[in-house]
């Protein structure tokens, strides 16, 4: 409405200053526009005004989503973060998967060489038993007639012994094999020679009793020596048994069979022992490569 007075105090004052005399149609003309600019600039006040309260709510929009974006920035960086994380840790652990299948596989490859090895060194082992077993029973059927006389054949520790009593060997006292001891080292002699792959060890045992009047032997260790020595000789000098597959050695009165005192326990630990063991040296060869 003050826009409407304000029109026509300008009409008046336009009128006034021009002198010009208005006819009635013209004058509700110009009224008549005067309302449409009227309606007109109400409508776009309301116009404004409704342009202004959502100008208000986008910038409150706006504002809201700035936020909103700045929060999902903060939470993408932070999942960005874990997530590398994640994936220095999947590295990691693949590069271990990867070394750790490395070493089962080689693990395994290894188990599998020990295992081929083991079968063989069994075998080896089976196969010397076998031997062992064999030549006992050769042994036993050679020397039948002296194990009435002190002679005895057992395994021990997978190697033959071949014990005979220095009854059977020696006379009493003495370092000299008499004849009926010469028999029973021929008899063994003859199946030793047809195993060349058996080592022999001559060892000499004595009784724990003194040694007196026995000129140049001097007390047991040289009589465990000295017979072990002469049964090595004559089964290398005599029977041509190879010096390098014997070795010769006294062990005294240390290692008796039997403990006891008795003349028959005595008796027992007064021998000569012959070790017969295979050549080891495939199984050797084996277990160090």
């Known amino acids: 409405m003050r826009l409407k007075y304000l029109f026509f105090a300008l009409l008046i004052c336009t009128g006034l200053n021009s002198c010009v005399v208005l006819s009635t149609k013209k004058y ?63 590295n990691a652990l693949n590069n271990n998967l990867a070394s750790t299948n490395s070493k089962v596989s080689q693990l395994s490859t290894d188990l599998q060489t020990r295992e081929k090895r083991l079968k063989e ?45 220095d009854k059977l060997l020696f006379p009493s006292g003495s370092i000299v094999i008499d004849e009926r001891g010469k028999a029973a080292l021929k008899q063994l002699a003859a199946v030793m020679n047809k195993e060349a792959d058996i080592n022999m060890a001559v060892e000499g045992h004595t009784d724990n009793k003194r040694i007196r009047n026995l000129g140049q032997i001097k007390d047991n260790w040289d009589l465990s020596v000295l017979r072990a020595t002469s049964v090595t000789r004559y089964l290398t000098e005599v029977e041509h048994i190879a010096p390098k597959r014997l070795t010769a050695t006294g062990k005294s009165e240390f290692q008796p069979i039997d403990e006891a005192k008795s003349e028959e326990a005595l008796a027992k630990n007064r021998r000569i022992e012959i070790v017969l063991s295979p050549k080891l040296d495939e199984l050797y060869n084996l277990i160090t490569k």
């Open 28 to 90: 509700k003309s110009m009224v008549a526009e005067c309302d449409s600019l009227t309606n007109r600039t109400g409508t776009l006040g309301g116009f404004i005004t409704q342009l202004q309260s959502d100008t208000a709510r986008l910038h409150k929009e706006i504002a809201t989503l700035k936020g909103l974006l700045t929060d999902q920035r903060t939470t993408n960086a932070a999942q960005k973060e874990s997530y590398d994380a994640l994936t220095n840790k999947y």
């Open 121 to 165: 060194v069994e075998d080896i082992l089976r196969k010397r038993d076998e031997a062992t077993n064999a030549l006992k029973d050769k042994l036993q059927k050679a020397l039948l007639g002296f194990q009435q006389n002190g002679l005895s054949v057992d395994i021990r520790n997978g190697k033959v012994y071949v014990s005979l009593t």
